[in-house]
């Protein structure tokens, strides 16, 4: 039988979420892999379930919210910030 708890802990296992930021577009691989791999076990649970919706979402959306062109709606504005910010240092 598997809880909630654990099945959440298992969407959010590390290597899974790891590979979900691989998406095969270089810059949005930039973007993810470098986010992930700096801040994703620091990052408290809630941070880490928008993190893992956030990848779900579709890359022609993450590009344009990522680089820039459009804005991301505002419950990822936050977490968008982040990203651009942790792929400039």
Known sequence: MTTDKSYSNKLLAPARVRY???RG?????????KYFDNNYTQMT?????????????????????????????E????LVTEIRRCART
């Open 25 to 33: 577009m270089l810059e949005l691989d930039v973007f993810l892999m």
């Open 20 to 22: 979900q930021c691989r």
């Open 75 to 78: 419950i990822y504005q936050a």
């Open 45 to 73: 649970f809630s941070s880490q379930k928008l993190f893992v919706e956030f990848l779900e979402l579709p890359d022609p959306d993450l590009f344009a919210w990522l680089m820039g062109y459009v804005g991301s709606p």
